[in-house]
């Protein structure tokens, strides 16, 4: 990663404007195995960890596969998906080092609902920046938020310059998580006592989320298997992270076979149509310049309803892995992982969100091969959060009013500034 001011390689202090000192040790610690989870957020993980590892079998019977199917259920945590498992040490390490207040950027609205709910527990104020068009798909996600305590903003506003910046070029522009990013990054920096927070990309996060596949490690070798694939949805990489590097470090050094396979939306295909280089996290350019896999951070994707996977970019071991051939990315349609969704939903009694609807398209298709093939592979997916209050964009999907969106090749290189 490189300081955007110098282009030089980053720095431990040129991240602490932003973020708490230890978050940014952990994010480019290169010594460090293990990192201790802190007492505290061990205490508040013990609420609602571990979380379930289900075999699906009304869901292999459904599809007549002769795959075993396994999911990570993070939606049993208190505000539904596995974000809470980054906010409440990012939450902690900023109270350890003074911090009052923190910014966050969210976009359907569950790593703003963790990060609100992480603050309140460790006394802190929150103020989160909502993708526009999410704020209105979801009145129920910021309104969990405000119960919580935070203070949540439509982006973009009129309260930043960047805000202000998006309005005056485009008035009626939706919303994207590279703008709501810069409006959090900006208040946090103009605000005394304040730290920004992220709830995915980079690596301090995705670190977090490991809880999830080492709980998994744990849960399969008690079922008596071991996947020989992993399946999460990618926005920008911590969830998809979170279950699939654990596994993933016996591919490295124990000879392993397992296939990772990201799935990301098909109107946002930064995996599968993106280009490898170096681009800002967010849309004004405040952030360092990351090198990863992007559509370019002036892209605004549709809008579609998995919100939390609208956006531009990949975190940077995700797309390095990528390069590298240690993982693998499929495309989803909205329609397709929707229909997956409701087949879960009737086969597991389970209603995911849109975001995890397409980790459980990509299992769908890698269950049906394995029917056509007759092998019978076990494959462990992430139910990264369930779609509760997401029922709007089912109630769309079943009334025939949500339509697919992509991209043209023309419209991705439009995006891209040379950098």
């Known amino acids: 990663m490189l300081n955007p001011a110098t282009r030089n390689p980053l720095t431990e202090e040129d991240l602490y404007p932003l973020f708490a000192r230890e978050l940014c040790r952990q994010e480019l610690n290169k010594t460090d195995a293990w990192i201790e989870i802190p007492g505290p957020v061990r205490e508040m993980y013990k609420y609602y960890r571990s979380t379930p590892l289900v075999r699906a079998y009304g869901l292999e019977e459904a599809l007549g596969t002769p795959a075993h199917i396994y999911f990570k259920n993070e939606s049993v945590s208190p505000i539904g998906s596995h974000k809470i498992n980054s906010a409440l040490p990012q939450a902690y390490y900023c109270k350890q080092e003074g911090v009052t207040h923190v910014t966050t950027e969210t976009g359907a609205g569950q790593w703003g609902a963790a990060l609100s709910y992480a603050a309140k527990v460790f006394g802190l104020e929150a103020a989160v920046y909502q993708v526009k068009i999410s704020y209105e798909q979801k009145p129920y996600r910021r309104s969990v938020m405000r119960v919580f305590g935070a203070q949540v903003m439509p982006s973009p506003s009129m309260s930043t310059r960047a805000g202000k910046d998006v309005l005056t070029a485009h008035p009626n522009h939706q919303g994207s998580l590279g703008t709501a990013i810069s409006e959090a990054v900006e208040l946090a920096r103009m605000t005394p006592g304040c730290k920004y927070t992220l709830g995915s990309v980079m690596n301090h996060v995705t670190l977090h989320q490991t809880v999830i596949g ?149 299992t769908i298709r890698e269950a049906v091969k394995c029917k056509e093939s007759g092998v019978a592979k076990v494959i462990l997916f992430n139910l990264s959060g369930h779609g509760l209050i997401d029922m709007s964009s089912y109630d769309k999907y079943l009334a025939g009013d949500l339509i697919n969106h992509s991209i043209g090749e023309n419209e991705i290189v439009s995006n891209f500034d040379g950098i």
């Open 214 to 362: 080492l709980e998994a490690e744990k849960q399969m070798k008690l079922a008596g298997e071991y996947p020989d694939i992993v399946v999460a949805c990618f926005g920008g990489g911590s969830n998809f992270g979170g279950i699939a590097f654990p596994f993933m470090r016996h591919n490295i050094h124990d000879g392993r076979t397992t296939r990772f396979v990201a799935a990301e939306p098909a109107s946002c295909p930064k995996l599968t149509h993106g280009r490898f280089m170096y681009d800002y996290g967010d849309e004004a350019g405040y952030t360092p310049l990351l090198p990863m896999f992007s559509l370019g951070h002036k892209f605004t994707p549709a809008n579609i309803h998995a919100g939390g996977l609208r956006y531009h970019g990949a975190g940077v071991i995700a797309s390095q892995l990528l390069k590298d051939g240690l993982m693998e990315a499929v495309d989803v349609g909205q329609l397709e992982s929707f229909e997956a969704g409701c087949l879960f939903a009737r086969a597991e009694g389970i209603i995911p969100a849109p975001e995890s609807c397409h980790a459980i398209a990509a």
